[in-house]
């Protein structure tokens, strides 16, 4: 039984999307600023995948 990861890296997502990491890096930190507004806990660099 493969594991599901609990937050993808910004390398996760670039490679997910096809985007450059450093846009990817944009937008994980418009996704984390998203949640930090709802009172989630955000851990910078990674976001969590939608359940």
């Known amino acids: 039984m493969r ?3 609990m937050y993808l890296s ?6 997910l999307f ?3 990491v450093s846009f ?3 937008v994980v ?3 984390n600023a998203d949640l930090a ?6 851990i910078l660099g990674r ?3 939608a359940m």
């Open 3 to 5: 594991k599901r990861k």
């Open 10 to 15: 910004v390398e996760d997502i670039a490679e």
């Open 18 to 20: 096809g985007l450059s």
């Open 24 to 26: 990817a890096y944009r």
């Open 29 to 31: 930190e418009r996704m």
């Open 37 to 42: 507004s709802k009172n989630y806990y955000v």
């Open 47 to 49: 976001c969590q995948p």
